[in-house]
């Protein structure tokens, strides 16, 4: 069975810290292929955080510096830890490979929310 569970969301306030966590199940996914992508109420999904190819990470500009992503082989589980989080980073997170070009994409979990509010 095919499947990504997101975990960690939650209620912050602006400033705060979380870490999601996405468990991988199954054997079509390569951990090592893996993104965080977030979708705001009215906005396009988007990625924020991915491993490279060349074994590095890539972030969208409105994140770096503040969220990092990293990896679990054993527990094949990816993370993002979100620091200094701000009101605009509020939108229900997925993990999924970071291309098309990957086996798995586009199996979507049900995602976890992430609220930023005073």
């Known amino acids: 069975q095919v499947q990504l569970v997101e975990s960690g969301g939650g209620l912050v306030q602006p400033g705060g810290s979380l870490r999601l966590s996405c468990a991988l199940s199954?054997?079509?996914?390569?951990?090592?292929?893996m993104g965080w992508y977030r979708q705001a109420p009215g906005k396009q999904r988007e990625l924020v955080a991915a491993f490279t190819s060349g074994g590095g990470t890539n972030y969208a500009d409105s994140v770096k510096g503040r969220f990092t992503i990293s990896r679990d082989n054993a527990k094949n589980t990816v993370y993002l830890q979100m620091n200094s989080l701000k009101p605009e980073d509020t939108a229900v997170y997925y993990c999924?490979?970071?291309?098309?070009?990957?086996?798995?994409?586009?199996?979507w979990g049900q995602g976890t929310q992430v609220t930023v509010s005073s």
């Open positions: 999924n490979p970071r291309s098309p070009l990957f086996r798995g994409f586009g199996s």
């Open positions: 199954g054997s079509v996914f390569n951990i090592n292929t």
